[in-house]
């Protein structure tokens, strides 16, 4: 009987995600535990730890190419300093509020600093058609400053 519970669970996380979740969480309240679709349940466990770091890495990526944005395209910086202020303004609070959530992931944004710095880079050259030696090769700030509400980076000439 036990097989045919799990094969049903199975199932029903396979063709219908909310349901099978809704079920999980009562399963989970009422002790029943040896009713819970373990495997699966790991596996959603895990995923959410994988998705609030892809979640982490994408802002702080946006982060930068907005921050190189104001500081070097000074073509298009009058026409869209207020518009990508705000959208940095937006990825400041997102990743904020992750770390709020999960504080342990400070520790991975700072793994992943210079690489979503060097992302960003490789991006803005696209998106601006500027010479990539237009942007410094290091992150144009600290860690902090970057999360910093306050800071901007300074305009070129």
């Not at 895990?46 to 770091?53: A, L, W």
């Not at 944005?69 to 990508?84: C, L, P, V």
């Not at 090769?137 to 860690?143: G, K």
Request: hydrophobic fraction near 35%.
């Amino acid at each position: 009987m036990t097989v045919e519970i799990n094969q049903s669970i199975d199932t029903l996380y396979d063709q219908d995600y909310n349901l099978w979740l809704e079920k999980t969480i009562k399963q989970l309240k009422s002790s029943k535990f040896s009713e819970i679709d373990i495997e699966n349940l790991i596996e959603e466990l895990e995923s959410m730890g994988r998705s609030d770091k892809r979640a982490l890495k994408s802002l702080l990526t946006r982060l930068f190419e907005h921050l190189l944005k104001i500081a070097y395209w000074e073509t298009e910086r009058e026409y869209n300093y207020r518009g990508w202020n705000g959208e940095i303004q937006n990825f400041r609070i997102q990743i904020r509020e992750l770390l709020k959530d999960s504080p342990s992931l400070k520790v991975y944004l700072v793994e992943i600093f210079e690489e979503c710095y060097q992302d960003a880079r490789k991006i803005t050259v696209k998106k601006t058609g500027l010479e990539s030696d237009t942007f410094p090769d290091e992150p144009i700030a600290n860690l902090e400053q970057v999360l910093d509400d306050d800071w901007l980076p300074n305009k070129s000439k």
